[in-house]
């Protein structure tokens, strides 16, 4: 694989880390800035939404742009935002720089995956998103541990200075490594977006929503799940943290391999495996070691489905590659924010805190199901291509 995989891995790994670590010191923020828990809360609910609003006019803004500079650019914002962060006199400031830093996350996963495609042969494809994607994945094994630790022995502004320093060494990286390439055939807003005039661009971001949305639900209510349920102790959330981290990694390395195999067969084994894994996981949730094993597997089959998930998108939009790319990664935290809710919903209403299970489940199932019409369809169109080319064919 290309260096310049590793250098993309790394701004990844800044950007990761960057959203997962204001968790960790959290209570430390809210004491700083003399806020509650749930207003700081904010700068983790606010930063999903700027990932989302983001994306797609931090793209579009960057058409006409080769997509190296452009990279370079989201990285030097990333760094001004969580340096703004570092320095914050305010809760207000704080929060502002965290919008910043967020502005650049949708665009910089997306126009990333665009390069670490056009890096390698077009059967490695998959693999090559699902490597800069490791970056992502080991931010929550080892960057969003590290920063905790970091900011519980020097103080929270001392964490976001690393993070700050991550964002150098990515910005360096990229500059070194990746090439330049050639500006991009298509210049113009409107000839991008008329990609989106293709169902299947659709169908892929619907896909996308409720498969990684499935995640999310489950994931997001995991630590009252595992206290309440399970039996875990709280100081134990933090290891079983780094055991869905581990799922992640090795899910997505592997989602790359079997999606360069076979796309949409791996699209459909690994929602299928996830909506599985959701489905009982609100029966293994009674115990600690089958909640462990089950939690691993959570993280690898949810990841294990972003490299195929990303790699379709940019099969259907062949013409806006960069754009639809975005509005994928826009469509990931969508799909957190909903199925947050949703799960959300269901405890509400007495069912338990292992009914938001039953939630992503049904997501995942939702959207293999979203995907097998989006194949079908394919199949169609090919069969309606052989049928033209027979009948133009002289006799």
């Given amino acids: 694989m290309p260096l310049a995989l590793i250098a993309l891995a790394i701004g990844a790994f800044g950007i990761g880390t960057t959203e997962f670590v204001i968790a960790g010191v959290l209570p430390d923020v809210a004491s700083d800035f003399h806020v509650t828990i749930p207003v700081a809360g904010y700068l983790i609910s606010g930063y999903a939404l700027a990932v989302a609003a983001g994306a797609l006019p931090m793209t579009v803004l960057g058409t006409r742009m080769r997509r190296k500079h452009l990279l370079l650019t989201l990285m030097a914002i990333f760094i001004v935002g969580n340096a703004l962060s570092a320095l914050a006199p305010t809760y207000g400031i704080m929060l502002a720089g965290r919008i910043v830093a967020a502005l650049t996350h949708g665009a910089f996963f997306g126009v990333g995956s665009v390069v670490a495609a056009d890096l390698v042969r077009p059967d490695r494809r998959a693999s090559a998103i699902a490597l800069m994607f490791t970056g992502l994945t080991l931010a929550n094994v080892i960057g969003v541990p590290m920063g905790t630790f970091i900011g519980q022995s020097f103080g929270w502004r001392a964490t976001f200075w690393v993070v700050t320093a991550l964002g150098v060494l990515g910005l360096i990286g990229i500059s070194a490594l990746v090439p330049s390439g050639r500006r991009p055939e298509t210049a113009h ?12 661009v659709w169908l892929a971001v619907a896909a996308t929503v409720l498969g990684f949305g499935g995640v999310f639900a489950s994931f997001t209510y995991i630590a009252p799940m595992m206290t309440e349920v399970a039996g875990f102790s709280e100081g134990a959330v933090s290891w079983l943290l780094v055991l ?14 079997l999606a ?29 070691i089958p909640a462990m094993i089950t939690i691993f597997l959570l993280g690898g089959f949810g990841f294990a489905t ?49 009914a938001p299970n039953w939630v992503g489940a049904l997501l995942a199932a939702t959207a293999l199901g979203v995907a097998v019409i989006s194949g079908l369809l394919d199949r169609r169109a090919t069969a309606v291509t052989g049928i033209r080319r027979r009948e133009a064919q002289p006799v």
């Fill in 244 to 257: 869905f981290g581990a799922g992640l990694v090795i899910g997505n390395l592997l989602g790359g391999r």
């Fill in 189 to 200: 807003v409107g000839a991008e977006l008329a990609a989106f005039r293709n169902p299947q």
């Fill in 306 to 354: 972003v490299a195929p998930l990303q790699t379709r998108m940019l099969d259907n939009a062949r013409s806006a590659p960069t754009l639809a790319s975005a509005v994928n990664i826009a469509a990931f935290n969508v799909g957190n924010a909903l199925a947050t809710w949703l799960g959300g919903l269901v405890i509400a209403a007495g069912l338990g805190y292992t």
């Fill in 260 to 288: 360069d195999r076979a796309l949409m067969p791996s699209l459909y084994g690994t929602l299928a495996g996830l909506a599985v894994v959701l489905g009982i996981f609100t029966f293994t949730s009674q115990a600690r």
